[in-house]
Structures are given as structure tokens and as C-alpha cells.
């Protein structure tokens, strides 16, 4: 039987690429349900081409369109972010590949591990905003958690077999980003586009310049904590600009594993969703005789502050993450709107960190609130 995937922001670049595997294998995976924030139309295309069971539109203000488009078809159609987090519920679903990009994809992740769903995890947000409730959610609902990003899935394919060997360190791969040989001064006038030219990646707006800015390495630090039980001192980062090793671990014989492919996120996709197994991929392969040298650097945290107050924030506990990434994807917004220069984007997470409120043991309800805080704290200092 085909496994049923509800792939929740599928019009985004990971839920794009996740129809791309899809269409490699109609024999052993079926969409049942596509949801998108915004992008009606690219939405409309793919309910189209994918025949799914239901598709939902977070903007509300899109649901005529919707409907219209795909009245002559066998697809239900909802709107409103309630609608994606009762939709994962389905019981036919057998797969949630969370592509949503930020908080967003935090409530629609709890109702899938409520409902006993297979997570494929893309949107590590999840995790930062609340990584010991969705950890704990997880072990209660024995809802298994398979990482789709490049750098987690490379961690998750080393440590097969390896359950019972203790880990010394993760060493968590980066490019660095457009910006890593620039100096501090330099950076003071980088520009929008300079921020959207990842030398290695093709993403998304929001996470090129999390990339940029290396708070995507932070936030993949504290995911990686909670996907593999590793304290944060023992995660470690290293600037790869060739981007050929994607992660990498170290065991107490000092054995280290690493795993190597090209940029193409097709392939963690492709593992996540058939993990155990491996699926043959039409897509260009790995030849090492094209790189002459790979290289590791350390990464310069008085350049890039905002992977320093990743550590700061995993270190303090409680609710700081979520109030470093709620202040993090409102400065990010607003810089990508021309609205902040490039260095006011850390200026306004480490101030909205030192001023909302700390809580060391929150529940849902307080990650709702604090998100609510920090962001609302975050917006006035742009203004």
C-alpha cells in the first residue's frame, strides 16, 4: 500500500521538492492532503496535478479562490490555520512532512503526534520554540520523528546502527553563507540581495538569510539537542563552505562518521520518507574527484552574534528560545520589507530577549504567550 503524506507548506521550496520525490514514486506514495499559507495559485497547480483528498489555505482571505479553482474536482477545501491542525488528524494519514516555515508549524506538529503520525520534520522552529514538549509528546505517542534537514538527517544516517554506542559530539556542518569572509565593518552595509545569495543552497527567502546570519546554525544546534539527546557543549559547529559533508559524528573511540552527498535536499526527503530504505534517485550523484580539498573552519561568533545567542538562549532554558525566535522572525520579516538595516536584526533579538519575561518550565500555553510577547516587543522596536 502507497503511504498517505499530508504535507503541510507545500508550496514552499522543501514541500515543492517533497512532490518532486512523490512524482519519482506514485508506486509507494500518494498526497492526501497539501496545505499552503499563502500562495493560492501555486496551491491550485499542484491540487491539480496531485489529486489529493483535501487541500487547506491558511489566509482566509484566499478560500474563494480556492473553491472556485478546484470546484470541478473531488477536493475538499478548508482555510484558517485551525483547518491545517485538524487536517493532520486524518486517519489515513500515515506521514506529516512539516515544511511551514516558523512558529507556524508548531501547533499542526502537536495534533500530528496527538494522532500518532510519522513526523518528517523540515520546520525546525518546532523544536527551538518548544523542543521538551514535542520531545516528550513524542515518547507518549510513540509518534516516530525523522529529520528532513540536510545537516540532521546526516546525523540521524550516522547513528544508524550505532543506538547503543554513546556519542562523544555532534559536529554540525555550515557554509557559512554569503557572508563569511567579510568583516564585521563590512557587514555594517550588506544589503537585502547580498543577504539572498547563499553561495551553496537554494531555500527560501526566511531561511537564506537565517543562513546568512548563521541563526540557522543556531537553531539547528538546539534542534539537534532534541532530536539526539546531546547537550548543547557537546554540539559542535563547523564552517564547510564546499557543503559535501552535511554533518557528522564522533563516538568515545573517537571514530567519526560522516555523511556525504550533493546539495540536494531531495535526498534527506527521499530518506525520510522511506527510511528504513533507500529509493533510487534520478538526480545527479556525488563524484569526490571534483573537490580537491575539503576544508573546516571555526565560526566567528563576534561577527555572527546570532549563533552565540542561540547557545545563550539553549543554555538558559525554559522559554528563551521561543523568545529569541519569535524576535528573530519579526526582525527578519521586517529586514526583508526594507524596513531594518542588516545589524539591527541582532540588535532586536538580544533586546527582545533581555526584556520579556523569563518562565523556566512553560507549558503550551505559555509558549503561545510568549511568542504573542516577544514578537509584539520585537515590533515596537522597529517602529
Not at 141 to 159: W, Y
Not at 227 to 237: N, R, S
Not at 335 to 343: K, R, S, T
Request: charged share 20%; hydrophobic share 45%.
Amino acid at each position: 500500500m502507497r503511504k498517505q503524506l499530508a504535507i503541510l507548506g507545500s508550496t514552499g521550496s522543501i514541500g515543492t521538492q517533497t512532490l518532486d520525490v512523490v512524482a519519482e514514486h506514485p508506486d509507494l506514495f500518494e498526497v492526501y492532503t497539501l496545505t499552503a499559507n499563502n500562495n493560492v495559485e501555486r496551491l491550485i497547480e499542484q491540487a491539480k496535478r496531485f489529486n489529493p483528498d483535501s487541500v487547506v489555505i491558511a489566509n482566509e482571505a484566499h478560500y474563494p479562490r480556492l473553491q472556485e479553482a478546484l470546484k470541478e474536482l473531488p477536493i475538499k477545501v478548508y482555510a484558517s490555520d485551525e483547518a491545517i491542525a485538524q487536517i493532520v488528524e486524518a486517519a489515513p494519514i500515515d506521514i506529516v512532512v512539516t515544511a511551514m516555515v516558523g512558529y507556524a508549524g508548531l501547533k499542526p506538529t502537536i495534533r500530528a503526534i496527538e494522532a500518532h503520525k510519522t513526523i518528517a520534520l523540515a520546520n525546525k522552529e518546532t523544536l527551538v520554540v518548544a523542543g521538551d514538549l514535542i520531545k516528550q509528546l513524542a515518547l507518549d505517542n510513540r509518534a516516530p520523528i525523522i529529520p528532513v534537514d540536510s545537516e540532521h538527517s546526516a546525523i540521524f544516517q550516522c547513528l544508524v546502527g550505532e543506538w547503543d554506542n554513546p556519542i562523544d559530539k555532534i559536529i554540525l556542518t555550515a557554509s557559512g553563507g554569503p557572508f563569511r569572509e567579510l568583516s564585521a565593518e563590512e557587514m555594517k552595509h550588506v544589503t537585502k540581495n547580498d543577504a539572498l545569495k547563499h553561495p551553496k543552497w537554494n531555500m527560501g527567502h526566511k531561511i537564506t538569510i537565517d543562513s546568512a546570519t548563521l541563526m540557522n546554525k543556531g537553531f539547528e544546534m538546539i534542534e539537534a539537542k532534541w532530536l539526539f539527546d546531546v547537550a548543547p557543549k557537546d554540539i559542535e559547529i563547523a564552517v564547510h563552505p564546499q557543503s559535501i559533508v552535511h554533518s557528522m559524528v564522533q563516538f568515545k573511540d573517537g571514530t567519526v562518521k560522516a555523511q556525504l552527498g550533493v546539495q540536494d535536499m531531495r535526498m534527506p526527503i527521499r530518506y525520510a520518507l522511506s527510511y528504513p530504505a533507500r529509493l533510487e534517485s534520478p538526480n545527479s550523484k556525488l563524484t569526490l574527484e571534483q573537490y580537491a580539498q575539503l576544508t573546516f573552519e571555526r565560526p566567528d561568533m563576534e561577527r555572527f552574534p546570532l549563533l552565540r545567542y542561540a547557545f545563550d538562549a539553549v543554555a538558559e532554558g525554559g522559554n528563551m528560545p521561543c523568545i529569541m525566535n519569535a524576535a528573530n522572525e519579526i526582525a527578519v520579516a521586517a529586514f526583508l520589507n526594507d524596513a531594518i538595516d542588516y545589524p539591527s536584526i541582532a540588535r532586536i533579538v538580544a533586546e527582545t530577549m533581555a526584556h520579556v519575561e523569563f518562565i523556566a518550565s512553560p507549558g503550551y500555553e505559555e509558549y503561545v504567550h510568549t511568542n504573542q510577547l516577544a514578537r509584539d516587543y520585537a515590533a515596537r522596536l522597529i517602529q
